[in-house]
């Protein structure tokens, strides 16, 4: 595996997959910062090559050698955040240089090398440091260190809601006047229909003028002055009167059970996803993972159409697929990869639902299975 090389006055070369990025230099460091990699999907980690374990590059971990402090350059353009686990003093020092406005300074948040406390240390508001520390401290179970005197209100922090899961919103047009109306404690409706459940980051209750529903439809008979809706669905046209005042999130749920022939072009693979999410109605920004057979972690259409999308790409050996019960096993497929089905097991192992979406469909050279991740409420 190729590292990341830091020498003095070069820029080094890194790979931006997600909108925040974390650092690590030490062993404890590392191990925490693996273990938040995890819980925080939106996250692209480096830390120092000595800790390798063998498997960063499935993982798309960066690895460096050299000081830490020639990253940071390359790193402050591009990432809306960097949750540092070096000590306090230390990255002050590092990051000095590089400052510039507080209207485009990435937001820092340093956790120490126990994880025990996440802190805030630059960009709070603008930068979104300071929900950023809270996320992080939720994911970590740790103690949030914030000391904007302003931002000890606790509520839901709009334009970051779901980020630690990889939420997307659609669109940016009323993320202000929505944060308006939570600020100032107007009658607010969270919309769940799919995604994590343990989005609410503080000890104390959900406040009373924010409820929870199900569905749109539910919601709307409320009269809510605004709304959160996180679902993975198209909305029909009686549904997006919510978005008058709402904002729409995407959550990661969509995992693509793929096989296909060899040679397939990347053109052919994404245009059949791309149709078949519009026949389910499905948002391609919820998609998180393609899925499938060991004999297709080279096939170069497949990683072409997972780079592109940033979407995880997961195989799994014949054995593997094998466990999972399916609806069409097939002793012709068996004879070709030594797995029953390819597709089907596959998106069911990954996502851990027992019915599909979408159990198999063949279009062209490609096989193609849809899940929907399933998060049971806390």
């Not at 350059?73 to 809306?80: G, N, Q, T």
């Not at 994880?115 to 930068?127: A, K, P, Y």
């Not at 549904?239 to 729409?248: A, H, K, P, R, T």
Request: include cysteine.
């Amino acid at each position: 595996m190729s590292y990341i090389q830091l020498k003095e006055e070069e820029l080094p070369v890194i790979q931006q997959n997600s909108d925040y990025a974390i650092v690590a230099i030490t062993k404890h460091g590392v191990a925490l910062a693996r273990s938040l990699h995890e819980k925080f999907s939106n996250s692209d980690l480096y830390y120092m090559s000595k800790f390798e374990t063998g498997d960063e590059l499935s993982r798309r971990i960066q690895m460096f050698q050299g000081s830490v402090r020639m990253l940071f350059p390359a790193l402050f353009p591009v990432y809306k955040g960097i949750i540092i686990i070096i000590s306090l003093g230390a990255v002050v020092r590092m990051i000095a240089p590089l400052l510039k406005d507080k209207k485009t300074d990435p937001g820092i948040v340093v956790i120490d090398d126990k994880g025990e406390h996440v802190i805030s240390v630059l960009s709070g508001h603008l930068g979104g440091a300071n929900e950023l520390t809270r996320e992080v401290a939720a994911a970590l179970n740790a103690r949030p260190i914030i000391t904007t005197a302003s931002d000890v209100q606790g509520t839901i922090p709009v334009d970051l809601f779901g980020q630690r899961f990889g939420w997307q919103w659609d669109s940016a047009e009323k993320l202000t006047p929505v944060s308006a109306s939570v600020v100032n404690e107007e009658k607010i409706a969270v919309i769940q229909e799919s995604g994590e459940r343990d989005w609410w980051m503080y000890d104390t209750p959900i406040p009373s003028h924010i409820q929870r529903f199900s569905s749109i439809i539910e919601a709307l008979a409320e009269e809510p002055q605004a709304a959160l809706i996180v679902t993975h669905r198209i909305l029909n046209k009686e549904e997006e009167v919510i978005l008058g005042n709402g904002v729409l999130y995407r959550p990661k749920v969509i995992v693509l059970g793929m096989g296909c022939n060899r040679g397939t072009s990347s053109d052919e693979i994404e245009q059949i996803i791309i149709e078949t999410l519009g026949e389910l109605q499905f948002s391609i920004k919820s998609v998180k993972a393609i899925s499938t057979i060991d004999l297709k972690k080279d096939e170069e259409g497949l990683l072409k159409v997972v780079e592109k999308y940033k979407w995880d790409f997961k195989y799994y050996i014949p054995p593997e697929l094998n466990e999972i019960a399916i609806d069409q096993p097939s002793e012709t497929v068996f004879k070709y990869t030594g797995a029953y089905g390819v597709s089907e097991p596959a998106a069911k192992r990954y996502s851990g639902v027992e019915q599909l979406v979408l159990t198999k469909k063949k279009s062209g050279n490609v096989t193609i299975s849809v899940a929907v991740m399933d998060f049971k409420d806390i």
